[in-house]
C-alpha cells in the first residue's frame, strides 16, 4: 500500500462507512458532520491546492453515488474546498492552530456555497434556502474541529520523534507518505550532525 491514490481509495472508502453509518445518527437541526469535505480539506491543506482538487474530486464523486442530488454537485462541492484549503494553506504563514481552524472553516463555507449555488443553477432552488445557514455553521464548525484533532495528532507525533541534527522539515519529508528513494527526495538523505 505504497502508493498514495491506494491510501486515499481506503480513507475514502472508510469515510464512506463512518459518514453512513455512524455520523448519520448524530444530527445537529437535521445536520451532520461531513467528512468527505473534511478529507479534502485535509488534503489541500497537507498536499497543496492541486491535491485538494483531486481527492476533493474524488471523494465528492463517492459521496454522489450516495445521495439523491443531481450527479456531480458533490463532487464540485469537494474539489472547491480542497482547491480552497490547499490555496489558503499555502497563502499564509502561520503558527497559530486556531487559524488552521479557520482554514478549514472557510474551505468547508466555499465548498457548501458552491454545492447549493450549483444545485440552484442546475434546477433545485431548495437547495439555495435559509437552512443553508445552518449548515454553513454545523459542516463548518466539525470541519474545523475534525482537521484541527487530525493536525494536533501529526504536530504531536513530530515532536515526539528524536531529529538526530535533522532540520524540522527534514523529519516531516522523512514521515510523509512519498519514497525516500524518489529522485526528488535525494536531496533529504540522513545526516547526523556530530
Known amino acids: 500500500m505504497d502508493h498514495p491514490a491506494l491510501r486515499y481509495l481506503v480513507v475514502i472508502g472508510t469515510a464512506a462507512f463512518l459518514q453512513y453509518t455512524v455520523l448519520t445518527q448524530f444530527r445537529i437541526?437535521?445536520?451532520s458532520a461531513d467528512l468527505f469535505l473534511v478529507i479534502a480539506i485535509a488534503a489541500g491543506m497537507i498536499g497543496g491546492a492541486e491535491?485538494?482538487?483531486i481527492v476533493g474530486f474524488a471523494s465528492g464523486l463517492c459521496l454522489d453515488l450516495m445521495v439523491t442530488t443531481p450527479f456531480g454537485l458533490c463532487a464540485i462541492s469537494g474539489l472547491v474546498a480542497g482547491v480552497v484549503a490547499g490555496l489558503l494553506e499555502d497563502a499564509t504563514v502561520h503558527s497559530a492552530r486556531w487559524l488552521t481552524m479557520v482554514i478549514a472553516f472557510v474551505a468547508s463555507t466555499a465548498g457548501i456555497l458552491s454545492f447549493a449555488i450549483a444545485g440552484t443553477l442546475l434546477g433545485r432552488p431548495d437547495l439555495?434556502?435559509?437552512?443553508?445557514v445552518t449548515i454553513l455553521g454545523i459542516v463548518g464548525v466539525t470541519?474545523?474541529?475534525?482537521?484541527?484533532?487530525h493536525f494536533g495528532r501529526a504536530d504531536g507525533l513530530i515532536r515526539k520523534i528524536p531529529s538526530f541534527g535533522l532540520q524540522p522539515a527534514e523529519v516531516f519529508d522523512l514521515l510523509n507518505c512519498g519514497r525516500r528513494d524518489s529522485p526528488a527526495r535525494a536531496s533529504h538523505r540522513l545526516r547526523v550532525n556530530p
Open 29 to 31: 437541526a437535521g445536520v
Open 51 to 53: 491535491r485538494g482538487a
Open 128 to 132: 439555495l434556502s435559509g437552512h443553508v
Open 143 to 149: 470541519s474545523a474541529a475534525l482537521v484541527f484533532q
